[in-house]
Nanobody, 114 residues
Framework: QVQLVESGGDLVQAGGSLRLSCAAS???????MGWYRRAPGKQREFVALINSAGGTNYADSVKDRFTISRDNAKNTVYLRMNGLRPEDTAVYYC?????????WGQGTQVTISS
């Protein structure tokens, strides 16, 4: 069982920035890592993903504000979030897809004050 540990969530003012990190205990060469979020009273929604070749995809709501990246040597994926808005407030969950199996992290709280 792969373990994913997120960090970096915090309380920041609107317009601020945060960087989330997600470290995986073990990953294989072909995989996809990414982030979802769940806002209070809403369904979980896709945020961004990056594959092992470095290809990325973003939700329209975060495009041009968030940047996903990864350090394969550290088995870690990052989510740089700029221009944060109150509507970005959510628990952010990291995931890893490999060999048809999805693993999830425990989540990290991001709160944006107006």
């Amino acid at each position: 069982q792969v373990q994913l540990v997120e960090s970096g969530g915090d309380l920041v003012q609107a317009g601020g920035s945060l960087r989330l990190s997600c470290a995986a205990s073990a990953i294989l060469s072909i995989n996809v890592m990414g982030w979802y979020r769940r806002a209070p009273g809403k369904q979980r929604e896709f945020v961004a993903l990056i594959n092992s070749a470095g290809g990325t995809n973003y939700a329209d709501s975060v495009k041009d504000r968030f940047t996903i990246s990864r350090d394969n040597a550290k088995n870690t994926v990052y989510l740089r979030m700029n221009g944060l808005r109150p509507e970005d407030t959510a628990v952010y969950y990291c995931y890893l897809d490999q060999f048809g199996v999805r693993s999830w992290g425990q989540g990290t709280q991001v709160t944006i004050s107006s």
